[in-house]
């Protein structure tokens, strides 16, 4: 049987994630042949980064290195002597079976590459030979394959130069060459631990940097193993204390001694999300490496996924990962009990301080601890309230199902005494999470007020008075609920159907009307009941605000004036019910104008000339009219502030703001 090697090459795209590796794969084939047999006592890979030749090689301090397109790497191995050979000519050879191989490895390198070139000088039957070919995505896969002898006393090498890294790669490729020193530790980490492991040099722009000295440098020794069972399943612990620049927390699974994929340690254990210190005060991070016959026996062909048990585990042979990881979080948090509870204090510390300057998550500790636990400790202020906001969400859904439970068992069973404890418990956690958003609502209102009476005392322009209860050039759809403060003027007004706040007449598209005139604020309110033949609004309210201790009006502005200005115009537009047919206003839908203002000698004189009577409070006037059938109310600004706080009284002295 015969393979199609770009065929092979084709049926599976390499991850961006997985961009180095091919250059992985071609290590650790290095490494298996220095294990064969190797030309020095410590075998020799040396990596070549070769740059894009469009820039200029002459890199400053904080500027970005060029792109890589090449890799070259070169060891002193066994080398392509004949086994060797023909077990690359066969995809899924069993060559390296005993070392995990899968045979096809070399794929990923054309799914990444556009070529690699190869070539092996090794002694074999006490002859010197030098081995040259290609692979590429033809469908033989290897080309321009040549074998000649040389007389030739030297060095014994191997060469596999990947060509031409393919443009959609690029970006993803790590560009520092310590990055990619850390990245082949952590996939070839089992390797370094063996004292044999070969020195691996990696060479960019004239420096060299020794992976295995990086590797010592970064664990300083700091390595420790353990053994764990899951079920019928053994597997190996390598815990690193991992000294580097980076906070890089993780557990790595690893199947024939490289990385396959990994998992963070803080999902399971959310206080190591950053460094931790050691008795001196260095910094470091974990990384436990885990082995496995399981692992081994479950990894996919191209060694970037292993398939672990779904669901209910059922056989004794089979383990799913979070179980596994759940194991291996218990040995981490054995080992480092007494930082990670370090940790962990200082964490909820933090969140604690956040929230008593910010009370409307007070409930979240009580209730939320777990996920609070989980915010990371590096977020700044911002952040930190966006993820408890999040929980604060996730709490209300919460509140709202479990209301729905108890409304549920008080509709089944009407007798109190029969609440069982647990009913009791979920009215409580209802009622105090439901507090705490009352509680922001009415600090809300306080300070709205505090604003208002400054304004008073200010005399703030009309815009500023108008702004505060509802913002000017704004239609109800455009705001929440708790955007604006009709309540000031009246509670029923938060519950309108359509308001057009400082908008032509012509633009408002409950009624038709060609009028530039611009009422301050023109409410359409909700109907209690509705059917066919009955009006579409239960009534309709006109608010004009006039500026603080404005005593200077003109025919055209006396408020008075405009009301009814303003009332004639909605009658006379063209309004429609729900089934969009026409219908009188006037003779269905009471209005209601209020007109906002200080009680001036002219305001005053002007409201008693029209026929307006003074409220029995004596801080405004009202009037019927019946051409209208419109009622006028005139209120001071001193009425609103005063009927609002008393309104609100209650409330303030509950939470000590009076």
Known sequence: MQIDIKGKINEKKLAYSNTLLPLFEAIVNSIQAIEEDSSTITGIIEIDIVRSTQKKIEIRENEDLPEIIDFVIKDNGIGFNEKN???FNYAHSTYKYQKGGKGIGRFTWLRAYGKAEIESRYK???QWNLRKFKFEPTKKGIESHSLTQVNSTEERYTTVALRGLKSDYRKWCNNNPEDIALKIIEHAFVYFLNTNCPRILINDLGKTIVVNDLFKLFTKGQVKTNKIKVRDNTFTLSLVKLYSRKADNKIHYCANTREVTFDKISNDIPEIDNFLYDKEGNRFSISVYVEGAYLDNNVNDERTSITFAKGEVEFPDETSQEELRKEITSTIYSEFEDQIEKLAQTRFTKVKEFVSQHPRYKQLLKYKPNQIKKIPSTLNEEKMELELFKIQQE?????KQEAKQILRFIESDGDKESFSKSHQELYAKIIEVGNSKLSEY??????????FSKFLKEKAPEKAVHNLIFPLQTLSDELGFEDHN????DEKLSYHKYLASDKKFRKIKEIESESSERPDLLIFNKPFAFTND???????????????????????ENPITQVNRYAREVINGIAKDKNKREFDIRQNTPIYAYIVCDLTTKLKASASDAGYKLLPSGDGYFFFNDNYNMYVEIMSFDKILKDSNERNRVLFEKLNLT
């Open 534 to 556: 009955e009006k579409p609004y239960e009534s309709i309210v006109i608010v004009e605000f006039k500026r603080p201790m404005r005593d200077d009006y003109s025919d055209k």
């Open 486 to 489: 009709l309540w000031m003027i």
């Open 442 to 451: 009415v600090i809300h209102r306080k300070l709205v007020l505090d604003l």
């Open 395 to 399: 709490l209300e859904l919460e509140v």
């Open 124 to 126: 074999q039957n006490g």
């Open 85 to 87: 050979f023909d077990s």
